[in-house]
């Protein structure tokens, strides 16, 4: 009989509430795995143990170690969409740039102190498939379009100035909430910090009818 990684069998999908609990146990002991220990701990055995179920229980549902971090990060980026989505209904609505500056730093803050140790492991150290890639790609465009749209006829380069403030947004929250751990300051003080500077940049973006 082979391995479980090499099984060739169809792996279950969970039908029954039962299967979907013992899913839903399973992706949580391994995000909590990834979080607290990283990519190197990161196995089925441990996800087994740490689930209180059999190693067969998890190899039924994930058929390898880069089914079930994939599955994990899907979930992460479920949840990270979902506030970007919040996010973005606020802004495709009539707003000012100052307004502007807040939804998008605080959009950022929410997102990155979401499971913060987990997002790090994920982000520098799980070897993600290149769908999932592609998946977090998606969501930093469309965060880039919605803030473009609402810069349309207001600055020279209004795509460019949405990628300069959503990337350069979100590099400083990572690199502070994530990669520091949050030491630096509280979030409040963080989003205030970054309204401020991200404010200056749209007063003193040049304005369409002035380019020449």
Known sequence: MPPPTQRKTPVRQPKQ??????VNTILSAGARILAEAGWS??????????????????YEYFESKQVLVDAIASAHLARGEDLLARASARIAHPVDLEE??????RGMVALH?????LHRVLSSEAPL????????????????DVVARVLDGRTKAPRLAAQLLVDTTDAAVHRWWVDDDGGLAEPQQLAAELERMVSAYLREARPMDRAG
């Not at 999932?132 to 969501?139: G, M, N, P, S, T």
């Open 41 to 58: 701990r990161f196995n089925t055995n441990a996800i087994a143990a740490r689930a209180g179920v059999s190693i067969g229980s998890v």
């Open 17 to 22: 509430r039962r299967s979907q609990d013992t």
């Open 100 to 105: 502007l500056a807040g939804i998008l730093v």
């Open 129 to 144: 498939s290149a769908p999932v890639r592609a998946r977090a790609e998606r969501l930093r465009l469309h965060f880039v």
């Open 113 to 117: 102190a979401e499971d913060p140790r």
